[in-house]
């Protein structure tokens, strides 16, 4: 029978964990088994201890310190490795799931050994839209989270597809996408083996974005199928402005750029880069400028 890893990564998160955990307990899993794995990345609260209380029968991996989304996922993914998982699913812990997502996955997956990741469609749970007075109550926990990633190549940025959409069924073909977000991705042991495992030095943002493109580079398929649902429960702490965003983003951003994109786009990037170390905001300033002094993973962020 083969095996599916399921990985959740924790950090001061516990009670998000524990209500992701418990909308587990109905997935189906049919031709298949089930480890749900959670990655502790160095809480400092009692997340740990709740959910080995709680959830005893949940294997815990404890990181020492806060490794960052990407290396954190890692040692979930090595972990899933090493014990011989024939399929790895990363879901982000502040989700909630439809009991038929993983055994969908799941199918897509044994359907064309060329697929390298899943993606599945996600919505906004209810309440936790980017714009809370925009829908009626019946539209809630219909809104699009994403649908797919798009790439501006030109301007290097990433974003979602139907992002704000409410679904009414028009993203509900399977397509080839230009990246799968890390909040849902789910891929074969040969894939991350082939394509490695996320970039550590991303940090936070983008590294899903990085990953899908060594995948695509060993000519793997990303796929977003419609039919796997999840719902997040999107935080507007880390959104746009905020200074983790304006740091990560600007310095992540540029990191990505300068490997992937064209001649004329990193010379714009550049240029963008130095115009802000002007007159940007300060941790625009501070993104840019670990950016060429090559300071990664946490870099200079102390939040």
Not at 85 to 90: F, K, R
Not at 144 to 169: F, M, Q
Request: hydrophobic share 35%.
């Amino acid at each position: 029978m083969k095996k599916v890893f399921l990985v959740i990564l924790n950090w001061n998160g516990g009670e998000m964990t524990l209500n992701c955990l418990k909308s587990l307990k109905d997935v189906e899993c049919d031709g298949f088994s089930v480890e749900v794995i959670v990655v502790d990345n160095g809480s400092t609260d009692d997340s740990v201890e709740r959910i080995r209380k709680t959830e005893p029968k949940v294997k815990i991996v404890e990181n020492k310190k806060n490794l960052g989304f990407a290396e954190g996922n890692n040692v979930g993914i090595r972990y899933a490795l090493e014990n011989r998982a024939d399929y790895i699913c990363l879901l982000n812990n502040d989700t909630r799931v439809d009991p038929d997502f993983l055994v969908e996955l799941f199918k897509v997956a044994q359907s064309d050994k060329k697929i390298g990741l899943i993606g599945g469609k996600i919505y906004f749970e209810k309440k936790y839209e980017f714009f809370k007075d925009k829908y009626k109550d019946s539209q809630r926990g219909k809104v699009i989270w994403y649908a797919g990633g798009l790439i501006d190549w030109n301007n290097v940025y990433a974003s979602h597809r139907g992002v704000n959409e409410v679904d009414t069924g028009q993203y509900d073909q399977t397509v080839e996408t230009e990246y799968i977000s890390g909040c849902l991705m789910f891929g074969a042991r040969e894939m991350f083996r082939k394509a490695g495992l996320f970039d550590k030095r991303y940090y936070l943002y983008f590294e899903d974005v990085d990953l899908s493109q060594r995948i695509r580079k060993e000519g793997f398929k990303l796929i977003f199928y419609p039919k796997a649902k999840i719902w997040h429960l999107n935080s507007g702490s880390s959104g746009s402005g905020s200074s983790l965003h304006d740091y990560f983003i600007t310095r992540n951003r540029l990191l990505f750029g300068m490997k992937y994109a064209s001649l004329r786009s990193k010379i714009a990037l550049i240029k963008e880069s130095l115009e802000l170390l002007k007159n940007g905001r300060k941790w625009q300033k501070i993104g840019v400028r670990d950016f060429y002094f090559r300071r990664y993973g946490k870099g200079s962020w102390n939040g």
